[in-house]
Every structure is written in C-alpha cells, then in structure tokens.
C-alpha cells in the first residue's frame, strides 16, 4: 500500500520539476488505489480547443458552480484512455494554470503548446484536464477529476503579416479583455466593433449561456459569464486577429408597461396583463374612492389620482414585480 500522506504539493511556480514528478507518482499510485469519488461539480464549459496555434491562442474557460473552498488546476496533458476520467500521467507544468477561489471564474484564460517536454500532440491525444490544486490540501480527491475536451493543432500557420488589430465597444464604451462587462438576462445589446484593416469581423459565443446574431447579444440565464470571440480575418497586409471579451451576466429588470396614462370617470379600461416577461400582473387599488380594479380593468369612480399597486412573481432570471403607478382620474 502506498501512503499518499508523504506527497505534498507546493506552489506551481516551486521546483516545477520535482512537482511533476510528485504528480506522476501520485497518478501511478490512484490507478492501484480507490478513493470514494463523487460526480465532478464544477461544469466547464468553452473554446476554441480545434485548429488551434501553438503558442498563440487562448482557450477561453467559463467555471460555473465552481467549489467555494478549494482551487482548481487546470492542465494539458496527454489523455489517459484507461477509462472515462482515468488521471492522466503525462502532464506539462510549464502552462498550467491555478484557478483560485478568488478569480474570475467566467474568463479562465489557457495558452495551449503543440509540443511539450517529450510529447508531441500530432502524435498522441493531448486534452485538457481540470482537478482539485494541491494548495487546498485535495490534490489526492477526485471529486474534480474531469477531461475538458481534447486538443488539436494547425500545424500549417505561419504568420507573415502583423496581426490585425480589433477595438470592440457598446454604446461608445470600449469593451476590456481582462475586466468583464454585463448583461442582463435576454436584453439584447449591440457591440460595436472596428478593425485595423477595415476587414469584417465575426462574433460568436464560446459557451452556451449567450447567444449571438450579427453584432447582436444577448444573455439566456440571469447568472454565471460568457465570452464572446471576435475575429478579423485581416486583408493582404494584416493576418488574423482573434480576441475575447468577457462578460458577467446578471438578472434582468421586469416592468409592466401600459398603454393608458389616465382614466375617465365611469369608463372601463384594459391594464396590461402581462410583464416584458410573461408574468400576469396582479393590481391592488390604494385609493378606492378613485378607482377600482378587477382583474386586469379598471374604472375611474371620482376625479383624483388613482394609485395602483403592481405585482408579478420573479424567477433566477429577474426579480418578482413590485411597484405602483398613479393615473389621474377626470370626469367625463
């Protein structure tokens, strides 16, 4: 038996050689051994992991229900097929990355390499891999164990023009690489976006939780973060330029909008029925002697300021409806 209580694992940027021997070790040593393993909880989800440069492009990560005491490494390695999630054992230290508690979770940044150490990813199948960090004191767990996807190299790409250059902005903000902007859930925003060459560039979501149309964006959940990937294709003196642009999404704001901005003494008129969401609309008149509701009609009963209270059930997505509105009342 092996006792995995003589393994530790400093800080990545210590002795990375003696870490990976540790880790190899250790690796070799979870393949004889069983420890009690539960379904990986953090999902993650991304791109691109294709057609990828060595060196140079970024693989763009979004963590969602990610472990609220424990970091999580992130590295590329040669896939184990022993079976589903079997711990790989070859693994390059050089680029991995230690996703910390306190980072932004909705934009990990990874810079694949084609060729490591004694690996070379045209000859084996290289994959990205995600499990608990040697810093919370886990590393021996396998509750995080997961393959993120595997990874495939254009071998071909040779730049010989300076990449072309991309400015991306909303409403006449400029968008930031590294600072994540927000959107609400299903308000479509439009990003604005200007390259170097005069080229047209391209947007698409690098995960699920956005969609896109054109340079139309638009959030599907009321929480978590998505990446957006604009590409220039350059022209004859500008090679392409891909770049990612975080955001954080957040719930939604439901308001009820009416088509009336007063009533007549004696005249039945039609409230909205639904919010900018669906939700039926609740009314509660505050001021009877003005006006009365039933359902979704009101009638004006004397002259003054009719005061409504509003209220629709909420979701993850947007908070429930609570406000008021006043219309005046006029005789006829």
């Given at each position: 038996?092996?006792?995995?209580?003589?393994?530790?694992?400093?800080?990545?940027?210590?002795?990375?050689?003696?870490?990976?021997?540790?880790?190899?070790?250790?690796?070799?040593?979870?393949?004889?051994?069983?420890?009690?393993?539960?379904?990986?909880?953090?999902?993650?989800?991304?791109?691109?992991?294709?057609?990828?440069?060595?060196?140079?492009?970024?693989?763009?990560?979004?963590?969602?229900?990610?472990?609220?005491?424990?970091?999580?490494?992130?590295?590329?390695?040669?896939?184990?097929?022993?079976?589903?999630?079997?711990?790989?054992?070859?693994?390059?230290?050089?680029?991995?990355?230690?996703?910390?508690?306190?980072?932004?979770?909705?934009?990990?940044?990874?810079?694949?390499?084609s060729k490591f150490a004694n690996t070379d990813c045209s000859l084996v199948e290289c994959a990205l891999w995600a499990q608990f960090d040697g810093a919370s004191g886990s590393y021996q767990l396998t509750d995080e164990d997961q393959y993120i996807s595997s990874l495939s190299f254009n071998l071909s790409i040779v730049a010989t023009n300076p990449a072309d250059t991309i400015e991306a902005s909303v409403e006449g903000m400029a968008l930031s690489t590294s600072n994540p902007g927000t959107l609400a859930y299903r308000t479509p925003v439009t990003?604005?976006?200007?390259?170097?060459?005069?080229?047209?560039?391209?947007?698409?979501?690098?995960?699920?939780?956005?969609?896109?149309?054109?340079?139309?964006?638009?959030?599907?959940?009321?929480?978590?973060?998505?990446?957006?990937?604009?590409?220039?294709?350059?022209?004859?003196?500008?090679?392409?330029?891909?770049?990612?642009?975080?955001?954080?999404?957040?719930?939604?704001?439901?308001?009820?909008?009416?088509?009336?901005?007063?009533?007549?003494?004696?005249?039945?008129?039609?409230?909205?029925?639904?919010?900018?969401?669906?939700?039926?609309?609740?009314?509660?008149?505050?001021?009877?002697?003005?006006?009365?509701?039933?359902?979704?009609?009101?009638?004006?009963?004397?002259?003054?300021?009719?005061?409504?209270?509003?209220?629709?059930?909420?979701?993850?997505?947007?908070?429930?409806?609570?406000?008021?509105?006043?219309?005046?009342?006029?005789?006829?």
């Open positions: 038996m092996i006792d995995l209580s003589t393994f530790h694992f400093p800080s990545l940027l210590q002795n990375k050689e003696n870490i990976l021997k540790k880790i190899l070790v250790l690796a070799t040593a979870l393949t004889l051994i069983s420890f009690p393993s539960a379904q990986a909880k953090t999902t993650i989800t991304g791109g691109p992991y294709t057609n990828l440069e060595s060196g140079i492009s970024s693989i763009h990560l979004n963590l969602s229900n990610y472990p609220k005491d424990k970091g999580i490494y992130i590295f590329q390695v040669v896939r184990n097929r022993a079976s589903e999630n079997a711990r790989p054992t070859v693994i390059n230290i050089d680029n991995a990355v230690d996703v910390v508690t306190s980072a932004n979770h909705a934009d990990v940044v990874f810079t694949p390499v990003i604005s976006v200007k390259t170097g060459s005069g080229a047209v560039a391209t947007i698409k979501s690098s995960t699920g939780d956005c969609s896109v149309s054109g340079f139309v964006v638009q959030a599907l959940k009321g929480s978590g973060g998505c990446d957006f990937e604009i590409t220039s294709m350059g022209n004859s003196t500008t090679s392409k330029k891909v770049m990612h642009f975080p955001f954080m999404l957040a719930p939604a704001t439901q308001i009820a909008t009416q088509k009336i901005t007063s009533l007549k003494v004696g005249k039945l008129v039609a409230l909205a029925k639904k919010t900018n969401f669906g939700e039926s609309i609740g009314y509660t008149s505050t001021s009877k002697k003005i006006c009365t509701v039933k359902g979704a009609n009101i009638i004006g009963v004397n002259a003054g300021i009719c005061t409504l209270t509003l209220s629709a059930v909420g979701t993850s997505n947007y908070p429930a409806l609570n406000s008021t509105i006043s219309l005046p009342v006029i005789k006829k």
